[in-house]
């Protein structure tokens, strides 16, 4: 089993409708969590960055964290065409970023 | 430079061949990873680098892949007598600390291997 599940999807939504991604993770001792967006032929580039449980937002963006249920979301609101990326969650591994499978996500105009 | 360089973005390679896959990280950043991105995969951990310190090799799936890095700075990572099973996209990324809880990271845009 991975330590960190994702559906792979593709999740496609309306443009202006909301995202929702998650992530589930089995090592109760990961303290660092991370949003990463790729776009196609391009590395992952950062999008959140949270520690520990708790919520963070940047502009259309929220990522929460619950440690307790071992789960991480990304919700992207007003999403726009240009939100279509795959979205990778990844956690610190003792410097090592264990990463999901990354979900496609094509926002439709 | 400004950001993490990569190259060569496409390779295609002969089935027994070897090749080597360079990266040129961010000045001044002392940590330096290799990840490896198969179609419908996530990225997988292959080896990192942190200053002066052996290099952490655990995530190499075989023998025929090795990495160095010269300087503190570009590192060349070498897949031996290549199989259709390395065909994937080769990342690099570096970062200020390898301490850093993952903030920090850069990646490359990838090294695109086809083996044939």
């Known amino acids: 089993q991975k330590e960190v599940e994702q559906d792979p999807g593709p999740l496609s939504v309306p443009e202006g409708a909301i995202v929702s991604l998650n992530c589930t993770y089995s090592?109760?001792?990961?303290?660092?969590f991370m949003w990463y967006r790729q776009y196609s032929r391009k590395g992952p580039e950062l999008l959140m960055y949270t520690y520990s449980s708790g919520n963070k937002e940047d502009g259309r963006f929220t990522a929460q964290v619950d440690k307790s249920s071992k789960y991480i979301s990304l919700f992207i609101r007003d999403s726009q065409p240009s939100d279509s990326a795959t979205y990778l969650c990844?956690?610190?591994?003792?410097?090592?970023?264990?990463f999901g499978a990354g979900t496609q996500v094509v926002v439709t105009p | 430079g400004a950001g993490v360089s990569q190259s060569p973005s496409n390779k295609v390679t002969e089935k027994g061949k070897d090749v080597e896959l360079r990266c040129d990280p961010i000045?001044?950043?002392?940590?330096l990873y290799w990840y490896r991105q198969s179609l419908g995969q996530g990225l997988e951990f292959l080896i990192y680098?942190?200053?002066?310190?052996?290099?952490?090799k655990s995530g190499l799936p075989s023998d025929r892949f090795s990495a160095e890095r010269t300087g503190g700075s570009v590192s060349t990572l070498t897949i031996q007598r290549t199989q259709q099973e390395d065909s994937a996209v080769y990342l690099c990324?570096?970062?200020?600390?390898?301490?850093?809880?993952?903030?920090?990271?850069?990646f490359g845009s990838g090294t695109r291997l086809t083996v044939v």
């Open positions: 990324a570096s970062s200020p600390d390898a301490g850093t809880g993952g903030y920090g990271y850069t």
């Open positions: 990844a956690t610190d591994s003792w410097g090592k970023l264990q």
């Open positions: 090592n109760s001792a990961f303290q660092y």
């Open positions: 000045s001044g950043h002392t940590a």
């Open positions: 680098f942190q200053g002066n310190s052996a290099p952490d």
